[in-house]
């Protein structure tokens, strides 16, 4: 059980971001849910409970936003242990299909997002003790077909993860 511990959750409206805050709830964390749709947001709320949920709609590819999300979250619970980077997007199209602005999209939420929310979550976790859990794809570790940005975007994800181990794991 975990009364009191603050979970966030990015991506969390939807998909396997509301999986993921659910389950958190249930295993006693209060949740703070990220995405940008407010209604989805909401319904998060209204099935959590309102006592131990909230919903902050930010756009994390925005550092501001980013940074929104992580002070809103400490002035409601005054902590946060775990952090889920979940918010990711997936744009299909090949090397000479996919458009400059879905390239971009993607490594705005899925990398820059998450290193956002990461930094200015990372005060608030080391006087936690808390943990980061970057959610990648196998898209991260081998390429599928027609899916050139979103494969560069969770290889960035899962080499992000791996020196953030490094450098913050001890």
Known sequence: M???????????????GRAIAIRLAEDGFSVVVNGREQSN??????K????RAMAVAADISVKAE???LIAETLTRFGRIDVLVNNAGVANPGTVDTLSDDDFEAMLAINVSGLRHVSLAALPALRRSG???????????????WGM???NASKGAVTL????MAL???P
């Open 2 to 16: 975990s009364d009191n511990k603050v979970a966030i959750v990015t991506g969390g409206g939807t998909g396997l």
């Open 41 to 46: 947001l909401d319904d998060m709320v209204a």
């Open 130 to 144: 808390g943990n980061i859990v970057n959610m990648s794809s196998v898209s991260g570790m081998r390429a599928d």
């Open 148 to 150: 050139y940005g979103y």
């Open 66 to 68: 980013a940074e929104r």
């Open 160 to 163: 992000m993860t791996q020196g």
């Open 48 to 51: 959590l409970g309102p006592e």
């Open 167 to 169: 450098e913050l794991g």
